[in-house]
Nanobody, 121 residues
Framework: QVQLVESGGGLVQAGGSLRLSCAAS????????MGWFRQAPGKEREFVAA????????YYAESVKGRFTISMDNAKNTVYLQMNSLKPEDTAVYSC??????????????WGQGTQVTVSS
């Protein structure tokens, strides 16, 4: 079992920045992947970014490439999502997730509770 706790959401003006954190506890392995997803009201949940547990490989949705950066601090078992140049369309509940396999594509096994990010225009 892996427990995930997110923090760092909030309200920010367009063009601003926020950093989300996700602390993982429980049994983890170096083959795991960590991901960030988001869901806006009335929309499907969508992939935002993912990173290997080692931090060697990272992946991004086209909509956030160049603006968001995912990183991993293995000493703290924490994954971060640095979000810059935020746009109103980035407004959503952001959730951290953990996948127990060596690829980032596929079903994620553990989920955090989510944190609200609101970008005002």
């Amino acid at each position: 079992q892996v427990q995930l706790v997110e923090s760092g959401g909030g309200l920010v003006q367009a063009g601003g920045s926020l950093r989300l954190s996700c602390a993982a506890s429980g049994r983890t392995f170096s083959t795991y992947h960590m991901g960030w997803f988001r869901q806006a009201p009335g929309k499907e949940r969508e992939f935002v970014a993912a990173i290997s547990w080692s931090g060697d490989s990272s992946y991004y949705a086209e909509s956030v490439k160049g603006r968001f950066t995912i990183s991993m601090d293995n000493a703290k078992n924490t994954v971060y999502l640095q979000m810059n140049s935020l746009k109103p369309e980035d407004t959503a509940v952001y959730s951290c997730a953990c996948r127990r396999y060596s690829t980032y594509v596929g079903e994620y096994d553990y989920w955090g509770q989510g944190t609200q990010v609101t970008v005002s225009s």
